[in-house]
């Protein structure tokens, strides 16, 4: 763990936790876990949960081995990308969503892989929504494309959570040795020199060897973050910004169109 990185204690010492569904998407997550369990020097938890079929009568030990493998799977994906990090597998009865929600309570971090794009145009009600909406502690989407040498990019808009989401990319961005981008997005003319100001000092505090500059972008804010996502290795995101809802309009944008992995962090 490198200089800096242990002066994120609140995100320290807990295990990470994967959530696994037998999909290729969710051994790239599996894969994601492993690295941030290293960068923390943290146990990685690998869960799956086990949902009885609503509609036939079940074979228990057909279904039960699934599962197993299942997890073996992914247990083995994380065991290559993370040879020296403990790692356990679990099989928990229970709706995923449920399951996870009551996993994450003592966790550092929540991995998931992508949303299915056939959900692309519904409620807020997939998997990695529903945990992204109700978790306290950070989750993170997986995405099969991976920027290795681009900065972490984090969105401020001067909310608590973006407060959160600054102060976890910059451990993000001295865990993963890069630079790290403050980016204010509006769509008509402000100031936002002292919000960005205050993300520097943030990230001065919590990781001062990370080189961070700022930027101020007219435009949406859920198009232009999806569009810089692209040449990031990670961005990061308040789960609500100023609005009252579980989950706010830009974060839900960034889990489902961006294009690298993606982090939503709570205050």
């Not at 599996?30 to 941030?36: I, K, V």
């Not at 989407?141 to 972490?152: F, K, L, N, S």
């Not at 990781?207 to 810089?228: F, M, S």
């Amino acid at each position: 763990m490198c200089s800096g990185v242990s002066q994120m204690t609140e995100f320290s010492g807990s295990p990470v936790i994967v959530g696994v569904d037998g999909s290729t998407a969710a051994l790239v997550a599996a894969r994601l876990a492993a690295e941030e369990a290293a960068l923390r020097d943290s146990p990685l938890r690998i869960v799956h949960s086990f949902l009885w079929p609503a509609y036939q009568v079940p074979n228990y030990g057909v279904l039960r081995r699934d599962a197993e493998r299942i997890v073996d799977e992914a247990v083995a994906a994380a065991g290559t990308t993370a040879p020296y990090t403990k790692i356990s597998g679990h099989i928990v009865d229970g709706e995923p969503g449920a399951v996870l929600r009551m996993a994450c309570r003592t966790a550092a971090l929540v991995v998931l892989g992508p949303s299915d794009p056939a959900h692309h145009c519904a409620a807020v009600d997939s998997v990695v929504e529903h945990v992204a909406a109700r978790t306290r502690c950070p989750v993170m989407v997986a995405h099969p494309r991976r920027q290795t040498g681009g900065p972490v990019l984090v969105g401020v808009d001067g909310s608590a959570d973006s407060a959160a989401a600054v102060r976890f990319a910059a451990f993000e961005a001295a865990a993963r040795d890069t630079d790290l981008v403050a980016v204010h997005v509006e769509r008509d003319d402000g100031d936002a020199d002292g919000l960005l100001a205050d993300a520097l000092a943030a990230v001065r505090q919590v990781a001062p060897q990370v080189k961070a500059q700022t930027r101020w972008i007219r435009g949406d804010p859920r198009e232009v973050l999806v569009g810089e996502s692209a040449a990031a290795q990670l961005v990061v995101v308040g789960a609500r910004g100023h609005v009252r809802t579980l989950l706010g309009a830009v974060s839900y944008a960034l889990l489902r169109n961006a294009q690298c992995p993606v982090a939503v962090v709570r205050n």
